[in-house]
């Protein structure tokens, strides 16, 4: 008996993207059920998925490992995979259901059985009574193939009772959201690893900023909060996402940030994990946020960066927020800026960075699903990589582009570029080296730029670098077909 799963699960067990599945929907070779396919209809159409090509295996193995390691007496602090109580509870949910699905497959067979008594009887009575033999005959014949067809389970049925054992599936049912919890993440650090913006304040089960309701499915709590919910938030069934996993695939309500306006401003005093000055000048700079405190932004926004009485200085951000506690910046010589230089020759681990923000509109159009075009220029790469990480993590666009305009030999961050682009099938890297101090010359390099992309009027495009770059390159856009509501700038 066939099971509707989400576009998500679907798309794990068959190791593709989501996007790459609405495709198949959109041209009409799959169906979906408000939201939703058949696992049927996901054998028939990827025939060649097989169990060992996907890492669930892996995951189970290590489950094993890590049980047998932690009956040892091993004083793991947090393992990779769910615990005894969660892995039980998930394998109970399924035995459940297939007990269920047994009776069911038990009562369908008496049905049939009742209904071949009935036409034997009306067989009696008939002056025909080979059509009702041959009637019967077809019965047996289409019971005994349902039966040989159903005797083994299809390597698509086999990967998705392990994923579910595995990880289950969060399901926001106010913005349509999906994502996996897997090992012994709560739904909070879930959400917020798999790109998403859900509302939390200090993630210790303090503020209740993370309350959500449970519309369906079951959880467990995690650890303990002191957050006192009313007599009515009990009776809806809320409860907290930074104390509390996943047993089961579920169903909730949680605020989600919808742009940069949901986004409360903070300050945060955050420790030097690492100073990199590379040998450009660009000094890679690592800041690590308290674990109760950590920083809440979008991708592709800036922070003000101050220390002891020196100046604050405007930074953007260059690392993903779905690692809000681990915070990355890239941060260019400017001999006239005591900040950049200190951090640049001074600065050591340990040091403590007061943050205040985030500010900014530069991010991400997550309701588009165009394909994605981001230009850098330098630094500008900054924003931009905080940008790619996200679209990849929210595995956003159908395809991104990023050209990566640069002042030395080789981009700072080259290696990272090529690393996206050998992993992921729809992402596109080229790098030039261009004269930034020759308007002629840049304006040229900018034109053969627009004319290497087609069909830049179906493309959302994001571009950073100084000022005059960035409106230069947005004018040529603009002459050769790019839509001006579908591109966004930012200038460092």
Not at 25 to 34: C, G, P, T
Not at 154 to 182: M, P
Request: aromatic share 6%; proline share 3%.
């Amino acid at each position: 008996m066939s099971r509707l799963v989400s576009l998500s699960r679907a798309a794990k067990l068959v190791g593709i993207s989501r996007g790459a599945l609405q495709k198949r929907i959109h041209d009409n070779e799959l169906i979906s059920f408000e939201g939703q396919v058949n696992l049927d209809d996901i054998e028939r159409i990827f025939p060649d998925a097989q169990i060992e090509d996907n890492h669930i295996i892996e995951d189970l193995e290590k489950i094993v490992e890590q049980a047998l390691t932690k009956a040892r007496g091993a004083k793991l602090a947090k393992l990779l995979a769910p615990d005894t109580y969660t892995l039980a509870a998930r394998l109970q949910s399924i035995n459940l259901e297939h007990a269920q699905s047994r009776k069911l497959s038990s009562d369908l067979l008496n049905l049939i059985a009742e209904i071949k008594s009935r036409i034997t009887e009306l067989s009696a009575t008939s002056n025909k009574p080979h059509l009702f033999s041959e009637l019967v005959s077809w019965i047996d014949d289409s019971v005994m193939n349902f039966q040989l067809d159903k005797t083994l389970p299809s390597s698509i049925s086999e990967k998705d009772t392990v994923l579910r054992v595995i990880a289950s599936q969060v399901h926001l049912k106010n913005t349509g959201h999906e994502y996996f919890i897997e090992g012994n993440n709560t739904i909070l650090e879930a959400g917020l690893s798999a790109g998403l913006a859900l509302n939390y304040g200090c993630s210790n089960g303090n503020c209740g900023k993370c309350k959500a309701r449970l519309i369906s499915g079951k959880i467990q709590k995690t650890r303990p909060h002191d957050f006192v919910f009313t007599e009515s938030e009990k009776l809806q069934n809320y409860f907290l996402c930074c104390s509390n996993t996943a047993i089961t695939d579920v169903v909730i309500e949680a605020d989600e940030a919808d742009s940069e306006k949901d986004i409360p401003q903070q300050e945060i005093d955050a420790k030097v994990k690492k100073v990199d000055v590379l040998s450009n000048g660009v000094s890679i700079l690592n800041l690590k946020t308290p674990r109760t405190k950590r920083l809440r932004f979008l991708a592709g926004q800036s922070v003000l960066l101050s220390y002891a009485n020196l100046p604050a200085v405007n930074i953007p951000i260059a690392s993903c927020p779905c690692d809000d506690m681990n915070i990355q910046f890239h941060i260019p010589q400017q001999e006239n800026n005591e900040l950049v230089k200190y951090i640049h020759q001074e600065l050591k681990t340990s040091d403590v960075i007061h943050i205040d923000g985030p500010y900014g509109s530069f991010i991400l159009d997550e309701d588009s699903d165009r394909s994605i075009l981001f230009i850098a220029f330098d630094t500008g790469f900054a924003p931009v990589k905080s940008l790619i990480e996200h679209a990849i993590t929210l595995e956003h666009a159908e395809f991104i582009h990023l050209s990566w305009l640069h002042s030395d030999s080789k981009p700072y961050m080259h290696n990272q570029c090529r690393a996206w682009e050998d992993a992921l099938d729809n992402f596109n890297y080229q790098h030039t080296q261009i004269d930034m101090d020759e308007s002629e010359k840049l304006a040229e390099q900018l034109q053969i730029l627009a004319k290497n992309y087609s069909e830049l009027n179906q493309k959302n495009i994001y571009i950073c670098g100084p000022e005059y770059m960035v409106n230069k390159t947005r004018e040529i856009l603009l002459d050769h077909g790019a839509e001006e509501d579908h591109i966004k700038i930012q200038a460092v």
